[in-house]
């Protein structure tokens, strides 16, 4: 079968090479083996997101050459693929599961102080506070505060294999404890939304920053609660600045706007990305041809990776 592909990046802001990186990587993995590749807009978060940056996201991809066969504003037989117009296919996928779903009334101090210990990533646990309210108290609750819903989790141990990062365990719930399906604002929750888009997308291959490995396990959890198939997951490292920090959109120097209006040329910047991902021995221009020859998971980095 014809491998797909995704890119899903949040319009939050111009991407810096650490998003240019993922963007590359998922496009080079699945036209590599013949595979089409889509372009998603995750614009969920209506506070965080502006169109104008997803039309310079449109616009920095087409800049490097790398053109996206379904998505965004070119779209497709599988779209909307902007988040923002998929509220009604998530509420359906809700829906499938709101014999799990309660109510949570807890505010973010409730949740720091009584989540269990961290998860290794530094998210807080949940403790279970709301699991088993009674009506009563739900509607007395319900007076004061808009609740968030969460997803009541089965003793479940979810096991997969990473097609990068290899062989990767969770014991559910104690890994994470019952996640947030939709939140008090209502908008549906960034784990319930792309598990839908990617099922229904018939994404085969999700190549992502290796900062949302933790939460794949909840999301395979959804799959395998929705009864539906999940994809191979490729997890690829962060590149980090010389201190060590990850490259966010406040890392001006290394976003597109800067690179571009320097003068560099694409080929530079697919140089050092491939570069960096492995693929060249040295730092010099290249071109997506090039790349797409020597692609090759076994030579690409699982450690973070200094850029600059
Ligand atoms: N939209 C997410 C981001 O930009 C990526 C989500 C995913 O690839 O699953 O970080």
Redesign the pocket.
Known sequence: MTPVG?????P?GRMHLG?VY?ALLSYLSVKSQGGKWILRI?DLDPDRSRPEFSNLIEDDLHWLGLYWDEGGTKGGPRGPYFQQRRTDIYAQVYQLLQSDIYPCFCSRADLLAASAPHAADGRAIYAGTCRDLSPQRVAQLQQCRKPAFRLKLNETDICFTDGHYGVQSARLPQDCGDFVVRRADGVFA?NLA?VAD?HLMEVSQ?V??V??LPVTPEQIYLYRRLGWKEPEYFHIPLLVDASGRRLCKRNKDLELGALRSAGIPPQRVLGDLGYWAGLLPERKPASLQDLLERFDWSMVPTGNVVVG
Do not use: W
Not at 6 to 10: D, E, I, K, T
């Open positions: 995704r890119f899903a990046p949040s939050t998003n993922c995750e960034y792309v990617d999700v992502r920053g900062d949302l």
